[in-house]
C-alpha cells in the first residue's frame, strides 16, 4: 500500500508503508521491512509509545540487574564529574566496574 507523505514540511513524496493485519486474539505479524529497521528477531521486547492515535514502537534491550546497578552508578557518577578531563572520567569508570563486581560477589555468597 502506498500513500503520500506530508512530513515535517518538506515536499510530499511517495513512500510504500508496510501494513499487517490484526488477528483474532490481537496478533500480528510484523512485515519484514519492519523487522529490519528495528532490528529485532523472535523473543525480543518490543516498547510501545502511544499519542492520540500515533503508536511509537521501539526495539526495547532488557539489562540484567548487575549491568542495570552498573549503569545506575555509572549514571551517578556522571552526574558528579560533569564536564572533566576523558583520563579522569575512565578511573571513575574502572572503579564503578570494580565496585559492581564486588557487590555481585557479595550478593552471591
Known amino acids: 500500500m502506498c500513500t503520500t507523505v506530508h512530513k515535517y514540511n518538506f515536499p510530499e513524496r511517495r513512500t510504500c508503508m508496510p501494513f499487517a493485519r490484526v488477528l483474532r486474539k490481537g496478533q500480528m505479524t510484523l512485515p519484514k521491512k519492519v523487522r529490519d529497521v528495528l532490528k529485532v528477531s523472535e523473543g525480543d521486547v518490543i516498547d510501545f509509545e502511544i499519542t492520540g492515535s ?7 534491550v532488557l539489562v540484567e540487574k548487575e549491568k542495570s546497578e552498573f549503569f545506575a552508578n555509572l549514571s551517578r557518577m556522571h552526574e558528579k564529574i ?12 574502572e572503579e564503578a566496574i570494580r565496585d559492581v563486581r564486588r557487590q555481585a560477589k557479595t550478593k552471591k555468597k
Open 54 to 60: 500515533t503508536v511509537i514502537m521501539r526495539h526495547k
Open 82 to 93: 560533569g564536564d572533566v578531563d576523558p583520563a579522569i572520567v575512565e578511573k571513575a569508570i
